[in-house]
């Protein structure tokens, strides 16, 4: 059974840093691709970042790009997203998922995700 489960939000001050982290398992973690997605009150679940198999490949929605990085341990099973320069506007109850194909319209596509854990970023 895949399971992923995230860890690491809580309440910050814009401006302010959190590291997010996700383990997987029941599933071969270094054969696929990972990604982070958030979901804001109100809104859709909306994609942050990917990262490769391997790690050397990155790749981030533009409003998180140069203050957001998406990193990946195989030996663990885990990814990480490192948020600085955090803004109100990245409130959201944050995701790890695991990437099963790509669309050239919409870009990857998602078949497992965990519970999420919320970011709040309040002064």
């Known amino acids: 059974e895949v399971q992923l489960v995230e860890s690491g939000g809580g309440m910050v001050q814009p401006g302010g840093s959190l590291r997010l982290s996700c383990a997987a398992s029941g599933f071969t973690f270094s054969m696929y691709d990972m990604s982070w997605l958030r979901q804001a009150p109100g809104k859709g679940r909306e994609w942050v970042s990917t990262?490769?198999?391997?790690?050397?490949?990155?790749y981030s929605e533009d409003s998180v790009k140069g203050r957001f990085a998406i990193s990946r341990d195989n030996a663990d099973n885990m990814i990480y997203l490192h948020m600085t320069s955090l803004k109100p506007d990245d409130t959201a109850r944050y995701y790890c998922?695991?990437?099963?194909?790509?669309?050239?319209?919409?870009?990857?596509?998602?078949?497992?995700w965990g519970q999420g854990t919320q970011v709040t970023v309040s002064s």
């Open positions: 998922a695991r990437v099963s194909g790509y669309s050239s319209s919409v870009g990857p596509q998602h078949d497992h």
């Open positions: 990262i490769t198999t391997g790690g050397a490949g990155t």
